[in-house]
C-alpha cells in the first residue's frame, strides 16, 4: 500500500460535479491541500451518511473527491435519484476497473471493490495521511477535517488539537 511521505498517483478519471454534470476530466492537478477518499461502491446504505458528511472538508479545501469502482453514469443516476448524494458539493470520480485503487493496493479483492481509503494530500502531492477501514466501517468526516487542519497548522499537535490551540512545545 502506498504511504506516508510518497507521491500519490496522477490519475484521470470521469466523474459528476457538484452541479450533478458529467464531467470527463483530463489529469487532476491539486492547487492546494486535497482529501481523495474511496468508498466501496455507489447505491449502498453506509456510503450516502459519509459521502454527505465529506463536504465539511470544504471548508478547507476546495480539492474534495469521492471515489469508488463504478462508472460516471452509476454516480449520476445516484445522485439524481438520491437527494442526500445529489445535495453534495464535491466531485464523485469513477476508478472503472479499478486502476487507481489497485496501484494504491486498496482493492478488496474477495468482494471487488475498494477499501473506505482516505488520503490528506500536501500541496505538492505528497501523501501526509492515509487511513483505511474495512468496507463495513463509516468514517468521521470531523476527524478527517481536524488532522487536515492540523497538518496545514504545520506545529506539533496533540491527538485531539483543534484550530486555535497551541503547538506542543
Keep these: 500500500m502506498i504511504g506516508i511521505g510518497e507521491k500519490f498517483p496522477a490519475f484521470e478519471l470521469d466523474g459528476v460535479n457538484k452541479d450533478n454534470e458529467l464531467i470527463v476530466q483530463s489529469q487532476w492537478k491539486l492547487q492546494d491541500w486535497g482529501v481523495v477518499y474511496f468508498y466501496p461502491k ?80 500536501d500541496p505538492e502531492g505528497y501523501i501526509a495521511h492515509v487511513s483505511v477501514n474495512r468496507d463495513d466501517t463509516g468514517r468521521n468526516a470531523k476527524e478527517i477535517l481536524r488532522t487536515l487542519q492540523a497538518l496545514k497548522a504545520g506545529g506539533l499537535t496533540g491527538c485531539a488539537w483543534e484550530p486555535g490551540e497551541d503547538f506542543i512545545a
Excluded at 70 to 76: A, F, Q, R, T
Aim: charged share 30%; net charge negative.
Design 42 to 121: 455507489d447505491w449502498t446504505f453506509i456510503c450516502p451518511t459519509e459521502i454527505s458528511q465529506m463536504d465539511i472538508l470544504l471548508e478547507e479545501t476546495e480539492e474534495v473527491f469521492g471515489i469508488s469502482g463504478d462508472n460516471e453514469y452509476s454516480k449520476l443516476n445516484w445522485k439524481l435519484s438520491d437527494e442526500v448524494v445529489g445535495d453534495i458539493e464535491h466531485t464523485l470520480l469513477a476508478d472503472r476497473g479499478l486502476n487507481l485503487a489497485k496501484e494504491l493496493g486498496i482493492v478488496n479483492e474477495k468482494e471487488g471493490v475498494c477499501y473506505r481509503a482516505t488520503y490528506i494530500l
